[in-house]
């Protein structure tokens, strides 16, 4: 079971579609990015913003207003406060795995250090919030800072939960909303409030956005023992930090006393040797834990286009649907 | 000029008058920082909140609302929030300060570890701008939106200015704002509008705010040499960092060659070495920089009092300007 390059790439279709608002909303973000006082800060932002990430969060929130027929200029207000919340999330969350490497290039911590990037990650979170007050939508300033509240939750819960073998589906469930999901269904809930669209279209598009979320990060975690390098992911990251993701907790469920040692010694006791990663690969596929877990990823993607019946049907919102359909093509 | 405790603490008279709304505060702040998933926040969050700060800056802006006429509830969630940003500074600031203590206990950073202080940082800046919202007041978001920019922005700034001797007054100026009074005066002048007070007295909140914060600063620094055990600082923290502030900046100003080589090995360098600490004092009083920086801290402290002229005169207000005094009584 190989990991195939995907010919068709919904999110570029939806890139192209959303192009001139796209191009507004990387305007805006070098704007608000810069800093009279401190050029550290562009700097260090630059480096981030600019290094070819897919933008998949603005587009959501784009493509949300759009569908729902909004025709004013502030889903570019809204979608640059979205990048620059996962801006900031990406620089601390790299402080705290102590990354070294993002996207293939070195991170802001190794090229600058850590204290630019907790600071500066500060800046863009202010920098979101102001960009949210010219919105002028109480609704919109509520979610993004009731996300960022699940974001940052999120994170400690991982902390303390990832290196525990107690740890079980349901707390892995709200480590993932909150890291990953909070954000996705808040980019898209956002689009449909800024476009006055109907209660039950906002609640289908958040609903949406927490299911993609959701499949998105699990097919992440899934690629950490199954990738290949053209992911670009290294294959066993998850595991040397000891990170319990859904394919380990669902062979930990499993283990015999001898399997359960094992897991204890190498995630809960982080001692690790040379060939531990091959025979966590091979517990994992001794108890399908790999096909459980991809049977889980498309549960979610399922869940995400299903929710957008709700939502007015067009151009855009077929294209949100085949992004929940690429997501999980990852793992063909 | 020794430093002898002051009799009178007129922050603690405002206290007193302001019980019944401090009270409402603490409530409120105990309430927010609960988290259902992540116990971890609270702990961190309690070793802080409860560790006896002064709660000098939720107090401003109770006093600020008070002082306007304000009967409304909102003023509790306004304090709240300002304290909550602090309180996120305060654990972000030890991370990059990599302090071991504060207010005379381990930080936070020590007793668990920068991760916790990084995302708990984050969480209670995104509780913070929840918090806010509550008041549904779009001008009072962007003013904290943008204090909260404004206090990033500075401490990037004091990474890249701090050891470098060509930073002069104005650039210290600029960072003391950002890292203190930026907070301060948003704390006044969020009371003023929430009191939907004139535009007259809102700036004049503004105004002491933003002196009163700077004073407080630049004494902080100025104890860092002038300290003794009473203050709770210890004498030649700053020194030791190699942060350039306004007693080394004048002193810098006045360098023979050999005084400024003294000051580029051990601050720009950081080549410390045993008397280092002494020779520096020395240099400060040879050039009266100790006096001179004293006399900057008055000016701002009369600049604070002066702009309380234009706000509703009453016993709030006179503890306002006892305040101003208070801050600067510490250098007697």
Known sequence: MGLEKAVVKPHERLAAALAPELEAVNALIRERMSSKHAPRIPEVTAHLVEAG????????TLAAAKA?????????HLASTVEFIHTATLLHDDVVDESAQRRGRPTANLLWDNKSSVLVGDYLFARAFQLMTDADNMRVLQILSNASATIAEGEVLQLTAAQDLKTDESVYLQVVRGKTAALFS??????????????????????????????????????????????????????RERKLTLPVIKAVAKADDEERAFWVRTIEKGKQEDG?????IALLNKHDALEETRAVALEWADKAKAALSAVPQGEITGMLSDIADYVVARLR
């Not at 897919?54 to 959501?60: A, E, I, Q, T, Y």
């Not at 699990?218 to 595991?239: A, E, H, M, P, R």
């Not at 531990?276 to 966590?280: E, M, R």
Request: aromatic share 10%; glycine share 14%.
């Open 53 to 60: 990430g897919k933008r998949l969060r603005p587009m959501l």
């Open 68 to 76: 729902c027929g909004y025709e004013g200029p502030y889903h570019i």
């Open 186 to 239: 808040a980019a898209t809930e956002v689009g449909g409030v800024l476009a006055e669209a109907d209660e039950r279209v906002v609640k289908a598009l958040f609903d949406y956005g927490d299911a993609l979320g959701i499949s998105f990060q699990i097919v992440d975690d899934l690629l950490d023992y199954w990738g290949s390098d053209q992911t670009g992911k290294n294959v066993g990251d998850d595991f």
């Open 276 to 280: 531990d990663l091959a025979h966590a």
